[in-house]
C-alpha cells in the first residue's frame, strides 16, 4: 500500500512562486513514474508534469519555462517548483505514481495512487 501526501500549497501574488511537496510513504521502491495534475473548479483533472524513476521529465505547454519537477529518492519525496505564477494557476494539485509507464503520461489512467490534493490560489 502507498500514501501520498502533499503539502506547500498556499496563496502566492503573479509573478511569485510557490514549491509543492509529495511525501511518498509505504512500499515505492519499484515505482515507475510520478507526475503533478492539477483541477481547477469546473475543469477536468490536468496532467502539470511528470518525471520516470530515471529523472526524466516532462511538463505540459501550459507551465513549460516556469515549473520544474524533481524527485528525492532518499527522502522519498516528489518536488513542483513553480515560478512566475499566473491566476490560472488557481487550482487543487494533486501528485500521483504508478508502477507500471502505460502512457500517456498525462492520463489519469495510468496511475495507481492519488494524494489528496493541496490547493494553489493565485491572485492578480
Known amino acids: 500500500q502507498v500514501q501520498l501526501v502533499e503539502s506547500g500549497g498556499g496563496s502566492g501574488q503573479a509573478g511569485g512562486s510557490l514549491r509543492l511537496s509529495c511525501a511518498a510513504y509505504?512500499?515505492?521502491?519499484?515505482?515507475?513514474?510520478m507526475a503533478w495534475f492539477r483541477q481547477a473548479p469546473g475543469k477536468e483533472r490536468e496532467g502539470v508534469a511528470g518525471i520516470d524513476s530515471g529523472g526524466r521529465s516532462t511538463y505540459a505547454d501550459s507551465v513549460k519555462g516556469r515549473f520544474t519537477i524533481s524527485q528525492d529518492d532518499a527522502k522519498n519525496t516528489l518536488y513542483l517548483q513553480m515560478n512566475s505564477l499566473k491566476p490560472e494557476d488557481t487550482a487543487t494539485y494533486y501528485c500521483?505514481?504508478?508502477?507500471?509507464?502505460?502512457?500517456?503520461?498525462?492520463?489519469?489512467?495510468?496511475?495507481?495512487?492519488w494524494g489528496q490534493g493541496t490547493q494553489v490560489t493565485v491572485s492578480s
Open positions: 500521483a505514481l504508478s508502477f507500471r509507464y502505460s502512457g500517456p503520461w498525462y492520463s489519469r489512467s495510468m496511475y495507481n495512487y
Open positions: 509505504g512500499y515505492t521502491a519499484s515505482w515507475n513514474y
